[in-house]
């Protein structure tokens, strides 16, 4: 079936005024067939049309509603999809309102056939939103949807809401950073381009189903894709992903899987740690398994101006922004509880070929705006008229299904270098990397480990590598000395070897040090610290 007959089918349904378990399953005649492969096609021929994006034009009291008034809108569980059978699955539905303000094309998916899912604004309970649902249009449509297990019919384990944005949890139970179906033009001068999923179709999942399955349509001014999510549930849940993507103009630069995140700060910076909460963030680092099979790890920062870094590989085995540290005493928060924040790792299936992670740190005054950005772009620019396919894994939880085999870098720490004690005769910066796990369980006392320092500009002094006990691991200690004036971002490397082998994976940074009067004032306050010590 083509698409204007499809849409004709869909806008013939009328399934108001129904009661809850029976209104979804109510329509006439037989439900429009559907596979992935008619949706890649409707894909392609939507990208060889002009772009027109969706109306976004909501009533004004939608419109209007300020954060408290569109959390008070709550679906009615007894309305949810599905909530009459004995299945492992229910969706329950967004409002639209605030920020959500275009409507998507939900749609059920039995037997080979896609029903239309109709608004209802007895689906909702107004609360104290303000609104009264009787006079609101009938068929205002759905903002997104949400995914309930069995396990727990009170808490989502998926939902996608907003643009192309979606995001699930593990076997804690707690949302964090989200990920998206496709980034353009990301990180850039110019405004970033935000595709947005058009449309959804959802299989009803039988009795004893492991999965759920879920389609998408994405459009934006530069590309239209067809997707299609398995998503299992568990301890770590995992996404199968695939997409395939129909470039209607050049992209300059594509991002694929891309993850979003918040980093505020951690004891690796401390820039905007004006809260008395030690740490916030949703993710501390981004890992990297390159195709050569070696481990990365890039702590995150809260920069005072935009940074933008790639890290250029062939046929990545994977990548993934981590939510590593994992105490309730490194954040004291008992509301979010940030310790408990899913990880999320992306494992292609197939080979991606030439290209790089990007990642994409901006500055946040607080835990409200996510200001990390990490995906895969493509060396070669899509072009239009062209396919793209790209097939892979998500994992969301605490536990990842790879890591490195080699130590890990669990804390890094930084500050004014020197020695203590002694009078500071020039600035320098040091930086304190710990390292923990791997082999190091194996090595004897005399193990002659030595730290494996390289820096993009400056030079390394007093390094040293030590047991550290309460980690059962060791610390890498040097100080990085300026050579010049400059305050351009320096790129840092560290790793630990034995008999000139790795012992760990290799930590990554980078530092804006500060200019020539900052540093002056750095070694001044410091003077006058020790005066009064002493």
Same mark, same amino acid.
């Given at each position: 079936m083509r698409r204007r007959e499809f849409l004709t089918a869909w806008a013939a349904l009328g399934l108001t005024g129904m009661a809850p378990a029976r209104a979804w399953a109510a329509a006439a005649g037989s439900p429009p067939a559907f596979d992935y492969a008619w949706l890649k096609g409707e894909a392609r021929t939507l990208a060889a049309q002009p772009y027109r994006p969706a109306p976004a034009h909501l009533p004004a009291a939608l419109e209007n509603l300020?954060?408290?008034?569109?959390?008070?809108?709550?679906?009615?569980?007894?309305?949810?999809?599905?909530?009459e059978s004995d299945g492992p699955f229910r969706l329950q539905f967004?409002?639209?309102g605030l920020h959500y303000r275009t409507p998507v094309q939900i749609h059920e998916l039995?037997?080979? !056939? #896609? +029903?239309?899912? @109709?608004?209802?604004?007895?689906?909702?309970?107004?609360?104290?939103?303000?609104?009264? !649902? #009787? +006079?609101?249009? @009938?068929?205002?449509?759905?903002?997104g949807f949400r995914v309930q297990y069995h396990t727990d019919w009170q808490r989502d384990i998926v939902a996608f809401l907003g643009a192309s944005y979606f995001r699930a949890v593990g076997a804690e139970m707690q949302y964090g950073l989200s990920a998206r179906g496709l980034a353009v033009d990301c990180g850039m001068e110019r405004p970033e381009e935000f595709p947005v999923f058009r449309a959804f179709w959802i299989e009803r999942p039988a009795t004893d189903a492991d999965r759920l399955t879920v389609y998408a349509l994405l459009d934006s001014p530069s590309v239209a894709g067809a997707y299609r999510f398995d998503i299992f549930p568990g301890a770590t849940l995992r996404m199968e992903v695939d997409c395939a993507l129909y470039p209607r103009l050049p992209i300059e630069r594509l991002g694929v899987a891309p993850l979003t995140s918040m980093f505020q700060h951690g004891e690796n910076d401390i820039r905007m740690a004006r809260d008395w909460r030690p740490e916030i963030h949703d993710s501390d680092g981004l890992s990297l398994w390159t195709g050569a099979g070696e481990w990365l790890w890039r702590p995150l920062a809260n920069p005072a101006q935009v940074r933008f870094n790639a890290y250029l590989d062939e046929n990545p085995r994977g990548f993934g922004l981590l939510q590593r540290d994992r105490a309730f005493d490194h954040y004291q928060d008992d509301g979010v509880f940030y310790e408990k924040r899913p990880s999320l790792w992306i494992e292609p299936k197939a080979g991606w070929g030439r290209g790089s992670v990007h990642l994409l740190e901006l500055p946040t005054p607080d835990e409200t705006m996510d200001n990390i950005v990490a995906y895969w772009n493509p060396e070669r620019k899509p072009q239009p008229g062209e396919e793209w396919l790209f097939s892979y894994r998500m994992h969301w939880g605490s536990r990842m299904p790879y890591e490195s085999p080699l130590a890990q870098v669990a804390a890094t720490r930084n500050g004014l270098g020197g020695v203590i004690g002694r009078p500071r005769t020039h600035f320098s910066w040091r930086f304190v990397v710990d390292f923990a796990g791997g082999p190091f369980g194996m090595l004897g006392e005399e193990a002659a480990i030595e730290p494996v320092i390289s820096v993009s500009r400056g030079e390394i002094e007093i390094p040293s590598v030590r047991p550290l006990r309460p980690l059962a691991g060791y610390r890498a200690i040097f100080d990085w000395r300026p050579t010049d004036d400059g305050t351009a971002p320096v790129d840092l490397r560290v790793y630990l070897r034995l008999n000139g082998r790795p012992l760990s994976e290799t930590w990554l940074y980078q530092w804006t040090?500060?200019?020539?009067?900052?540093?002056?004032?750095?070694?001044?306050?410091?003077?006058?610290?020790?005066?009064?010590?002493?």
């Open positions: 300020d954060w408290d008034q569109y959390q008070a809108l709550r679906f009615r569980p007894d309305h949810a999809l599905w909530a967004f409002h639209l039995n037997a080979g !056939g #896609a +029903r239309p899912l @109709a608004y209802q604004a007895d689906m909702f309970d107004y609360g104290r939103s303000g609104l009264r !649902g #009787a +006079r609101l249009p @009938a068929d205002l449509g759905f903002a040090p500060p200019g020539p009067e900052e540093r002056r004032a750095l070694l001044a306050r410091a003077a006058y610290a020790d005066e009064l010590a002493a």
